[in-house]
């Protein structure tokens, strides 16, 4: 049997593939089930039977294996899945798009960003930006990195504000603001935030909420206490990137942890929390813009040249 090619594949799905397809993919891959899907999306079972066979049939490979307890993705499925999600959610955007222009909005401004950028430079530049795009219609999506680049590719978000990806496929292009640096931050009653030079010691002799394995402050709380013959710190059972939580720990616990400046800063600046005064010789890689194909609007510009200008004015302060 020969394998068709991927060009022919491609048209394939352009010439007979319906939107209807990507939705019935994603909803038996939610759900595990064809006759739960067809209700999902307003369908009859064997017609959904039918459509389901029909983009297989396209494809020229099974989607889903057939279990007793439900469907589930083969290897092809899985490489097919997130496509359909990206493009319904990007059309779902374009649709909130539309809806929003014939509401009389000037336009909108779909912002991604993981909690370091939304913490840090939307919090300081996104009020006085809006203030001055009264008419633009201004949307933010808090998520993980590695999302952030699938709705940026996807058109689902107009730029995002993350550290850089490791991996930066056409036509992504990225720009990167500036080095953020590691703080330990306490609740202000911890008796470390009152001492002005605390040393190494006294942070091995405190209580330690641990950062969560697999980000990049992570790194930096191991080679603090990476000495093979130095006592370790009592840690506190709870690790969590949720900030709020972190938040509340810090403030009814007395113990330390580790944040990037830029995810905590405002909150140190309101008071919420305290720095301690300890300095750390390196830098974290920094908060940047990633921009799509489609990202070179006049609302993406503005946003882009708001966040450099909050950004200068940052390091000049």
């Given at each position: 049997?020969?394998?068709?090619?991927?060009?022919?594949?491609?048209?394939?799905?352009?010439?007979?593939?319906?939107?209807?397809?990507?939705?019935?993919?994603?909803?038996?891959?939610?759900?595990?089930?064809?006759?739960?899907?067809?209700?999902?999306?307003?369908?009859?079972?064997?017609?959904?039977?039918?459509?389901?066979?029909?983009?297989?049939?396209?494809?020229?490979?099974?989607?889903?294996?057939?279990?007793?307890?439900?469907?589930?993705?083969?290897?092809?499925?899985?490489?097919?899945?997130?496509?359909?999600?990206?493009?319904?959610?990007?059309?779902?955007?374009?649709?909130?798009?539309?809806?929003?222009?014939?509401?009389?909005?000037?336009?909108?401004?779909?912002?991604?960003?993981?909690?370091?950028?939304?913490?840090?430079?939307?919090?300081?530049?996104?009020?006085?930006?809006?203030?001055?795009?009264?008419?633009?219609?201004?949307?933010?999506?808090?998520?993980?990195?590695?999302?952030?680049?699938?709705?940026?590719?996807?058109?689902?978000?107009?730029?995002?504000?993350?550290?850089?990806?490791?991996?930066?496929?056409?036509?992504?292009?990225?720009?990167?603001?500036?080095?953020?640096?590691?703080?330990?931050?306490?609740?202000?009653?911890?008796?470390?935030?009152?001492?002005?030079?605390?040393?190494?010691?006294?942070?091995?002799?405190?209580?330690?909420?641990?950062?969560?394995?697999?980000?990049?402050?992570?790194?930096?709380?191991?080679?603090?206490?990476?000495?093979?013959?130095?006592?370790k710190p009592e840690l506190?059972?709870?690790?969590?990137?949720?900030?709020?939580?972190?938040?509340?720990?810090?403030?009814?616990?007395?113990?330390?942890?580790?944040?990037?400046?830029?995810?905590?800063?405002?909150?140190?600046?309101?008071?919420?929390?305290?720095?301690?005064?300890?300095?750390?010789?390196?830098?974290?890689e920094g908060i940047g813009?990633?921009?799509?194909?489609?990202?070179?609007?006049?609302?993406?510009?503005?946003?882009?040249?708001?966040?450099?200008?909050?950004?200068?004015?940052?390091?000049?302060?």
């Amino acid at each position: 049997m020969v394998t068709p090619s991927s060009s022919v594949l491609y048209a394939r799905l352009v010439a007979k593939g319906r939107l209807r397809h990507l939705q019935l993919l994603v909803s038996v891959a939610d759900s595990g089930s064809v006759r739960r899907a067809a209700e999902q999306i307003g369908m009859s079972q064997p017609a959904a039977t039918q459509a389901l066979a029909d983009i297989e049939g396209l494809l020229g490979t099974p989607l889903f294996e057939r279990h007793v307890r439900g469907m589930r993705l083969t290897a092809a499925g899985s490489a097919v899945a997130p496509m359909a999600r990206n493009t319904l959610s990007a059309l779902r955007a374009s649709a909130d798009t539309v809806h929003a222009l014939q509401a009389g909005a000037g336009g909108v401004l779909r912002l991604g960003a993981i909690t370091a950028g939304v913490a840090g430079l939307l919090c300081r530049m996104l009020p006085s930006f809006a203030a001055r795009h009264p008419t633009l219609r201004i949307e933010v999506l808090e998520a993980p990195g590695d999302q952030l680049l699938a709705d940026v590719m996807s058109g689902r978000v107009d730029m995002a504000l993350c550290r850089r990806p490791h991996e930066l496929p056409a036509p992504c292009t990225f720009e990167q603001f500036a080095p953020d640096v590691p703080w330990i931050v306490a609740g202000r009653s911890h008796p470390l935030v009152r001492k002005t030079q605390p040393t190494l010691a006294d942070l091995r002799a405190a209580r330690w909420m641990l950062p969560v394995q697999g980000i990049g402050i992570r790194s930096v709380f191991d080679a603090l206490f990476d000495a093979p013959d130095a006592p370790k710190p009592e840690l506190h059972p709870v690790s969590s990137t949720s900030l709020p939580l972190v938040l509340e720990l810090l403030r009814s616990d007395s113990v330390l942890t580790l944040v990037p400046r830029s995810v905590i800063g405002p909150f140190v600046q309101w008071g919420l929390v305290a720095r301690v005064a300890y300095e750390f010789g390196g830098e974290l890689e920094g908060i940047g813009a990633l921009l799509g194909a489609d990202s070179d609007r006049p609302a993406v510009a503005a946003c882009l040249e708001a966040l450099r200008e909050a950004v200068r004015s940052e390091a000049a302060a």
